[in-house]
C-alpha cells in the first residue's frame, strides 16, 4: 500500500486497495456521503452511552435460589444433556419465555 493517494480514490478503488469487507464498505461509504455529524458535546454523550451499558449490563445478570429439588433435577439433566448447568438453565428459561415450554395441568 505504499504511495497509494487515498485522498483521489473513488470509494470502490478504496475496497480494493483497503480490502474492505461489505460492512467496512459500507461505513466508508456512509462517511464519504456526509452522512456522520459531529455531536455537540462530546463528554455528556460518552456519559449519556457509559450509563446506557451500565443499565443493560445489570439487566443481563439474574440471580435465583431454587429449592434443592429443582437444583438437582437441573444438574442432573445438565449431566444427561452433557451441557453446563448455567446454559442448561439459561436455555430453559429462554424456551419458557419463548412459550416453546409450558406448565403441566
Given at each position: ?7 483521489n480514490?473513488?470509494i ?10 461489505e460492512?467496512e ?10 452522512e456522520?455529524?459531529s455531536?455537540s ?6 456519559n ?7 443499565a443493560d ?8 435460589n431454587?429449592?434443592m429439588?429443582?437444583t ?13 448447568v448455567?446454559?442448561l438453565?439459561?436455555e430453559i428459561?429462554?424456551?419458557y419465555l ?7 395441568m
Open positions: 500500500m505504499n504511495n497509494l493517494d487515498f485522498d480514490m473513488t470502490d478503488q478504496l475496497t480494493v486497495a483497503l480490502d474492505l469487507d460492512e464498505w459500507e461505513l466508508l461509504e456512509s462517511i464519504e456521503n456526509d456522520w455529524v455531536i458535546n462530546e463528554k455528556e454523550e460518552i449519556r452511552l457509559r450509563q446506557m451499558a451500565i449490563r445489570s439487566r443481563q445478570k439474574i440471580e435465583i431454587l429449592s429439588q429443582d438437582n433435577k437441573i444438574y442432573d439433566l445438565a449431566e444427561q444433556f452433557q451441557k453446563p448455567s446454559n438453565a439459561q428459561i429462554h424456551r419463548g412459550g416453546e415450554l409450558i406448565e403441566k
